[in-house]
């Protein structure tokens, strides 16, 4: 069995806005930024073996204020600059009661079950209570990558960081695979 790094998107692969405390995905792709050092770290995740699996809420399609065609050509753009193997999206609402919406582990487990991963080898790295959540319900180590927003965590993650780099570090050292450290550059 393989073994991954579920990785949520805005936040922890790019920039999100917050306004009054609480963060929102870019609304178009000229808004779309990676976050420093996040390329390199991709790359020494995936030199080690892990299958990159980017799995996000995107309820704003649900809602009417983004379109599905922009989200997609945002996660075009992603894999394109990215060593990902997928990225995988639940566009409902909370509302809906879906199995794929984070806190829920659906988006996880059915990956789990596609690329045949240990998930008690596998990582959940996001900066939100729902990631953590759906991360240790997968059965997933977790690291909560803090990126000092107001809303609280309902479970305590496995540990913490200030941003993918220190998180991928963290994984490359745990998982004993200390070839791919991420450079500072």
Known sequence: ??????????????????RDGKSYPPSSLA???ILPAVPQALRALAGAGFVLIVVTNQPDVAKGTQRRDVVETMHERLKAALPLTEIRVCYHQDSSGCSCRKPKPGLLLEAAEQHDL??????MVGDRWRDIDCGRAAGCYTIFVDSGHSEPLNEQPDARCTDLKEAADLI??????????????
């Open 1 to 18: 069995m393989r073994h991954a790094v579920f990785l949520d998107r805005d936040g922890v692969i790019n920039r999100a806005f917050v």
């Open 31 to 33: 808004e779309l930024e």
């Open 118 to 123: 240990d998930m008690a080898r596998s990582y």
């Open 172 to 185: 490359l050292s745990r998982s004993g695979k200390t070839v791919g450290r991420v450079s500072a550059d």
